[in-house]
């Protein structure tokens, strides 16, 4: 598949970040930045976190009456449909 090429100027802390995340992942950031790009492109991933919103919407409040809290006290991730 031919491959197109694309340049985007961000700022010196956008820069550092994708830098760390890279680092993070052992990636280059070029290598990164093109991965973050095709993730987002990707349609299949969207209607993944979609559905998976969706999902949370519908059974947080069921996982919370069974799990509760975690550990370190925080509140619960929704109540009654809505986001905490």
């Known amino acids: 598949m031919a491959k197109k090429q694309i340049n985007v100027r961000v700022d010196e802390s956008v820069y550092a970040g994708i830098e760390e995340r890279a680092a993070a992942v052992g990636m280059e950031i070029n ?5 973050l790009l095709a993730d987002e492109a990707n349609d299949l991933r969207h209607r993944f976190l979609t ?3 969706h999902f949370a919407g519908e059974w ?3 996982f ?3 799990f509760g809290t975690d550990t370190q006290g925080a509140a619960p991730a929704h109540r009654n449909g809505q986001a905490a």
């Not at 290598?31 to 991965?35: F, I, L, T």
């Open 51 to 53: 559905a998976a919103d």
């Open 64 to 66: 919370d009456d069974r």
């Open 31 to 35: 290598e990164y930045a093109r991965q």
């Open 60 to 62: 947080a409040d069921h």
